[in-house]
T-cell receptor, first 117, second 111 residues
Framework: DTGVSQDPRHKITKRGQNVTFRCDPISEHNRLYWYRQTLGQGPEFLTYFQNEAQLEKSRLLSDRFSAERPKGSFSTLEIQRTEQGDSAMYLC???????????????FGQGTRLTVV | GESVGLHLPTLSVQEGDNSIINCAYSNSASDYFIWYKQESGKGPQFIID?????DKRQGQRVTVLLNKTVKHLSLQIAATQPGDSAVYFC??????????FGAGTTVTVRA
């Protein structure tokens, strides 16, 4: 158990519905990341928070996606008007650090498996 | 067992043998690397990391080697066990906040 908790573990939704996922990072970690992983591929970066500030967003994060980390602790990832192409594993990771780059261990949660039908 | 060349998607190894998983990274600016193990239905599990000022780092039953000249990273697993069966990813950081992952190598341990 890495200490990063994600909820729910699985979500099945109908196309067009909105979904929200939650991530609780390791408590002392100030950095939080969201990644997406499709079958047979490595994780792809979506977005990054340092404390409550969202510092970077991937081009993969369309305007239907929004992420928040309001108090610098847990984070939520919302997908509006889901499409079948959104079906994937959504992974959250956390790490510590103060510099301008990732240079310490990043630990992942178990992920939320989203299936859009 | 060893995955040779730039990348082989699968590696089959006899239980008790040593495994070598190879990874070619793309960016010469990358200076921090992590190996992850991912079992089916689970998130990536941190195994070991290495910074570019090192050539080798050892953990429990694992060793990571870094060759910056040819941009190559390898993970060696000693005395491979059935519980080592998983997909292994190398990830690189190019100096910003994110990790870029390779395609992964599926390791199957034969009893």
């Amino acid at each position: 158990d890495t200490g990063v908790s994600q909820d729910p573990r699985h979500k099945i939704t109908k196309r067009g519905q909105n979904v929200t996922f939650r991530c609780d990072p390791i408590s002392e970690h100030n950095r939080l990341y969201w990644y997406r992983q499709t079958l047979g591929q490595g994780p792809e970066f979506l977005t990054y928070f340092q404390n409550e500030a969202q510092l970077e967003k991937s081009r993969l994060l369309s305007d239907r996606f929004s992420a928040e980390r309001p108090k610098g602790s847990f984070s939520t990832l919302e997908i509006q008007r889901t499409e079948q192409g959104d079906s994937a594993m959504y992974l959250c990771a956390s790490s510590s650090g103060q510099g301008a780059r990732l240079d310490t261990e990043a630990f992942f949660g178990q992920g939320t498996r989203l299936t859009v039908v | 067992g060893e995955s040779v060349g730039l990348h082989l998607p699968t590696l089959s190894v006899q239980e008790g043998d040593n495994s070598i998983i190879n990874c070619a990274y793309s960016n010469s600016a990358s200076d921090y690397f992590i190996w992850y193990k991912q079992e089916s239905g689970k998130g990536p599990q941190f195994i070991i990391d290495i910074r570019s000022n090192m050539d080798k780092r050892q953990g429990q039953r694992v060793t990571v080697l870094l060759n910056k000249t040819v941009k190559h990273l390898s993970l060696q697993i000693a005395a491979t066990q059935p519980g080592d069966s998983a997909v292994y990813f190398c990830a690189e950081n190019i100096g910003d906040y994110k990790l870029s992952f390779g395609a992964g190598t599926t390791v199957t341990v034969r009893a």
